[in-house]
């Protein structure tokens, strides 16, 4: 007769679930006084294995943070220098910007004076003009009269 796959299949689970249901009391027959002190050690030496692996993490997470909080320093530090290098740039902008500014205002002073100037010119001209008529009516009115002045005595 031959087992199929399922046949040992059962055979396995019932097998193991019996073994499972019955080391205990083997174990203690075998070994009456060590089997108890057996599995306490075992379990014992992995929580000392399980605390000392955990105080390494912790203290790898410790490093890490520590590590981190420098790297955030440094940014910081970074950072103010930046921002520092940024606010002289526009210091020096601005500076730069009040010399140009006062550089126009000085060109516009100038036009100022030339405009006033030009108006002081075109003052002069107008009394010229003002003046030439006047002695132009003047000696135009004189010489009118001694026209007519002679030509009304003239025969």
Do not use: N
Not at 43 to 49: T, Y
Not at 134 to 143: G, P
């Amino acid at each position: 007769m031959s087992l199929t796959d399922s046949d040992l299949e059962r055979i396995t689970i019932h097998v193991a679930g019996h073994v499972r249901a019955h080391l205990g009391e083997w174990l203690a027959e075998t070994h009456p006084l060590q089997a108890p002190d057996l599995f306490q050690m075992e379990v014992r030496e992995r929580i000392v294995r399980v605390e000392e692996e955990l105080r390494h993490q912790r203290e790898l997470m410790r490093q890490g943070f520590e590590a981190m909080d420098k790297r955030f320093e440094a940014m910081q530090d970074l950072m103010k220098e930046r921002f520092a290098a940024v606010d002289q740039r526009f210091e020096a902008i601005q500076d730069l910007m009040k010399e140009r500014f006062a550089a126009v205002d000085q060109r516009f002073e100038a036009m100022d004076k030339r405009f006033e100037a030009v108006d002081k010119r075109f003052e002069a001209q107008a009394r010229r003009m003002d003046r030439f008529m006047f002695w132009s009516f003047t000696v135009m009115v004189t010489l009118s009269g001694i026209v007519i002045g002679v030509l009304k005595y003239l025969p």
